[in-house]
């Protein structure tokens, strides 16, 4: 069976300058797929691509073994996508957004009306088919882009940053419906995200950064082969903390604590019997794919993502939540 998506050697530019260079990558049918990298490094246009909204400089893509060059009308029936920044039409109702939706792609009335019904239902909005969604709050317009994206019945969906600035509760009530429909329908989803627990359970995760991929393997393979462990500190006194920063120049300052990266047992060893004394806390932390993310690029993922989600949060009570 051919794969859900498969790229081979993938160039793309702007302005002379490479935002892909020579990716490849597949992706079989009814994987859940993470893509992760810092802003800049291609997310954007790999996805930009596979959703056929823009042509790559040379390489091949194929979404449902359609060419998504040759085949672009082919290709984008078999794909839901949920974007980053809303694009509901907030003047409409909810009914009449998922109406539209399923006019663009061909729908018969009957089966407008029933997969309306379907997915209203499946991400809890029945009881708001007819409200206005201008009055929806944040989380209520991620969940109904979710459901149009759904409409049609495609076999893969792209979440770009599905659930930026949405509370925790929102966020796993979507990832619920999500893994649900993945289990289901055999859905294939390819994730972007800077909330990297949200993909610890993802089938394959794939970190991209200056236009390359330089990993790719299961959460768990990921971090045997980069993850870091950590020691996590909080020095009893700040003549402790600049002494620990000055011998430990790899120690990272979070707020009050510091945190370092333990290479083996025998420099954890060595660094508690010099300092144990004098800390108020001690905390070890395990591999997880923040520190793979950390070693692999030397940058932190979550930056962009508080800001918008501080922005968002700021829209979401001049709206109201529900």
Sequence with gaps: MPAAISVENLFASYDGKTVLNDVSFSIPRGASFALLGPNGAGKT????????LRLPDRGTARISDFDVVRQPTKARETIGVVFQDSSLDDRLSAWEN????????????????????????????TDWTDEIVRSFSGGMRRRLEIARALMHQPTILFLDEPTVGLDPQTR??????????????????LTTTHYIEEVESADQVCIIDHGQIIAQGTPADLKAAHGARWLHVVPRDEATTAEIAGRYPQAQRLGAALALPVPDDGMADAFLATYRARLEEIRFQEPTLESVFLSLTGRELRDRADGQRDAQRSAGRRGGQR
């Design 172 to 189: 796993q009530r979507i990832w619920s419906y999500l893994e649900r429909l993945r289990r289901e329908q055999h859905l294939t989803v």
């Design 45 to 52: 246009t790999l996805v930009s691509i596979l959703c056929t």
């Design 98 to 125: 998922l109406e539209f939706h399923g006019l663009v792609h061909g729908l018969a009335p009957k089966l407008r009306r029933q997969r309306a019904e379907e997915v209203l239902a499946l991400v809890e909005l």
